[in-house]
């Protein structure tokens, strides 16, 4: 959390990098798009209605692969199969943060994304939700 992205170039999550300012400026430097390794860094905090909930974090794709980092704690591994799942990069999935959300202040999301092939990058929207807690059994 204590990282300092401050000269990192801002990105969006709707489109993959090679649409977007540092693709493109990757692409004019050498000559092709950019496949390899990138992260993504925001900041969130919880709205009062979410902080007794359960805390969804659903992306609505990454290609390829990728790893969700909370607060610097490690959440999710998202691995690419190309032979048993060649269409995961285009695949919702959500991942509970809850164990690692901060609830009364500033949360840090980071997220590794690996792309060998293509188009690369959280590139459909990721969107966080509060659930209601399942009741203990």
């Given at each position: 959390?204590?990282?300092?992205?401050?000269?990192?170039?801002?990105i969006r999550v709707n489109a993959c990098w090679e649409e977007q300012a540092p693709g493109k400026k990757w692409k004019e430097t050498h000559g092709k798009d950019y496949d390899g390794i990138a992260w993504y860094r925001t900041r969130f905090s919880l709205r009062p209605d979410e902080?007794?909930?359960?805390?969804?974090?659903?992306?609505?794709?990454?290609?390829?692969?990728?790893v969700v980092y909370v607060n610097g704690e490690k959440v999710h591994t998202r691995i690419?199969?190309?032979?048993?799942?060649?269409?995961?990069?285009?695949?919702?999935?959500?991942?509970?943060?809850?164990?690692?959300v901060n609830r009364e202040g500033?949360?840090?999301?980071?997220?590794?994304?690996?792309?060998?092939?293509?188009?690369?990058?959280?590139?459909?929207?990721?969107?966080?939700?509060?659930?209601?807690?399942?009741?203990?059994?």
């Amino acid at each position: 959390p204590g990282f300092d992205d401050a000269s990192w170039e801002d990105i969006r999550v709707n489109a993959c990098w090679e649409e977007q300012a540092p693709g493109k400026k990757w692409k004019e430097t050498h000559g092709k798009d950019y496949d390899g390794i990138a992260w993504y860094r925001t900041r969130f905090s919880l709205r009062p209605d979410e902080v007794r909930k359960d805390i969804l974090l659903t992306f609505g794709a990454v290609d390829e692969a990728c790893v969700v980092y909370v607060n610097g704690e490690k959440v999710h591994t998202r691995i690419f199969d190309k032979v048993n799942n060649p269409g995961g990069w285009d695949q919702p999935f959500t991942v509970d943060i809850s164990r690692a959300v901060n609830r009364e202040g500033e949360n840090t999301l980071a997220v590794r994304v690996e792309d060998q092939t293509f188009a690369g990058g959280v590139w459909k929207p990721v969107s966080l939700t509060g659930q209601e807690r399942a009741a203990a059994r």
